[in-house]
């Protein structure tokens, strides 16, 4: 039988906010410290079913470039157009190269447009990043299971990890804690419009306060339940009257409610139905983004977000949080075949966006990261690899201190201090760190991020700089 809370959560969780509900209220214990000043968002591409990190950071020097392809020599043929030898691979002039030695790393040619905005300083690379409960030791990922990130190599999990810090099941992630932090005393357009999802619905933009609204890929809404009445009316030409009475129908505006769900419910629909009109209205009126976009998926919904971002002034937002994903990526066969596509669809999307940011005039104001499930493993199976842990990641804009590569970029070989087996990754920057940098970037507070991210206390280093603040 569902309760309230559950009717609350799951009508958030489908576009149906209402400023009044119990998230709302319940934030209302939380003392306000964010530094809401200006306008800041940030956008999460979720790479669904793992990204083979080493084969998106690749190694150059020739030394390591021959071990690395003595181990995956029965699978770099089946790339197209050699598309993994040496001489074709793009490489990174990252400014503090001299931390790696004589090491030197490059990128596929398939993300050619992502790469340029790494070396051109726009994109920074944070390598081996990973769920950590705290920092470990590959002996004590050995023998000390308590101190491992729950249900390790499982997909759904792992998702949830990235997203919630915990196993599936998570009720509230913290993009949603992120935006948590500036809707004290905001107004209801504020909470309408703070956590944006445009791919399916996650529980990183889920809050206490925070429920996701969705938009479509073609930046149209997903009315559904909360906007029937357009439904009904579509396609006829009814008298603006005749339109009102049905928006009441639909909301039970104007009907007394006794039932605590009934009230909720009411209040959730006309919540729901006016900040569709807000939206639409904004959208409509609207210069269009002059940006060209990739025709892919990954493109139509950061295109989506870019418009969007384009009419936060008419929605009367200062912090948004959205979340995009693609899929795919779980390669454990066909890697050659399945993976450039996939990188190249990455690559263009994620360039295109930053340009749309400069076009509207936002660049150092959003910020765009990636986030997967895992890495995956070095070594292969046949045709392609397995799951993994720790994995390398891309931040992108205008206040990225880019050029450059942050974190650990483990040997591309086997048997060092950082495999797990088979070339898996222990992470040696947590999930939380990470999100640590970018929630004080957008004016979270030491005690809110504490609060957002449990396990931080855990790490020395807060903060791994990748961010102007």
């Known amino acids: 039988m569902i309760n309230r809370r559950q009717l609350l959560s799951n009508a958030g969780a489908a576009g149906l906010f209402s400023a009044s509900g119990l998230g709302a209220m319940l934030g209302g214990f939380n003392a ?3 530094d809401s000043s200006g306008y800041k968002a940030l956008v999460c591409v979720f790479l669904n079913g793992g990204l083979d990190s080493h084969d998106t950071i690749l190694p150059y020097d020739a030394a390591s470039y021959n071990a690395f392809a003595a181990i995956r020599d029965t699978i770099f043929p089946s790339y197209d157009n050699d598309s993994r030898d040496r001489a074709n691979l793009l490489p990174l002039t990252p400014s503090n190269a001299a931390d790696y030695g004589s090491r030197q790393f490059a990128m596929p040619p398939e993300m050619s447009a992502l790469r340029d905005l790494v070396n051109g300083g726009q994109a920074a690379v ?7 409960l705290e920092p470990i030791t590959l002996n004590e990922y050995r023998s000390r299971g308590e101190l491992l990130p729950a249900r390790l190599f499982s997909h759904n999990d792992q998702q949830s990890t990235w997203m919630a810090l915990s196993p599936e099941g998570a009720q509230y992630g913290w993009g949603g804690a992120f935006a ?5 005393g905001a107004s209801s357009t504020e909470r309408t419009f703070s ?6 619905n996650s529980v990183f933009l889920s809050g206490e306060q925070a429920r996701p609204y969705k938009v479509t890929p073609d930046g149209d809404l997903d009315f559904r339940i909360a906007d029937a009445s357009r439904a009904v009316r579509s396609g006829l030409n009814l008298p603006p009257d005749v339109v009102s009475r049905l928006d009441d129908h639909f909301t039970g505006r104007g009907a007394a409610a006794s039932n605590l769900f009934l009230r909720d419910v009411k209040a959730i629909h006309e919540s729901a139905i006016d900040a569709n009109a807000l939206f639409s209205s904004a959208m409509a009126s609207a210069s269009s983004v002059p940006t060209v976009f990739p025709s892919s998926y ?3 919904q950061l295109r989506s977000v870019a418009e969007t971002i384009g009419i936060r002034n008419q929605l009367g937002v200062r912090r948004q949080v959205f979340f995009v994903s693609l899929g795919g990526f779980d390669t454990h066969a066909s890697q050659g075949f399945l993976l450039p596509d996939l990188q190249r669809q990455v690559a263009e999307a994620i360039a295109a966006f930053y340009q749309s940011t400069v076009d509207l005039g936002v660049a150092s104001e959003v910020t765009l990261f990636t986030a997967s499930d895992f890495g995956r493993t070095l070594t292969i199976n046949g045709s392609g690899t397995d799951h993994g842990w720790g994995g390398h990641h891309f931040v992108v804009g205008g206040a990225v201190q880019g050029g450059r590569i942050y974190g650990d970029i483990p040997p591309h070989d086997v048997d060092h201090d950082l495999d797990v087996g088979r070339g898996r990754l222990l992470p040696t920057a947590s999930v ?4 640590a940098t970018l929630g004080k970037w957008f004016g979270l507070s030491g005690g809110e991020l504490r609060a957002a991210l449990p396990n931080l206390a855990n790490f020395s280093t807060t903060d791994l700089g ?3 603040v």
């Open 180 to 184: 948590d932090a500036h809707l004290l």
């Open 32 to 34: 306000r410290a964010a």
């Open 466 to 468: 990748f961010m102007t």
């Open 298 to 300: 990954l493109g139509a």
């Open 126 to 132: 944070v390598g081996n990043v990973g769920p950590l």
């Open 195 to 200: 956590a944006i999802g445009v791919s399916n």
């Open 432 to 435: 939380e760190q990470y999100a």
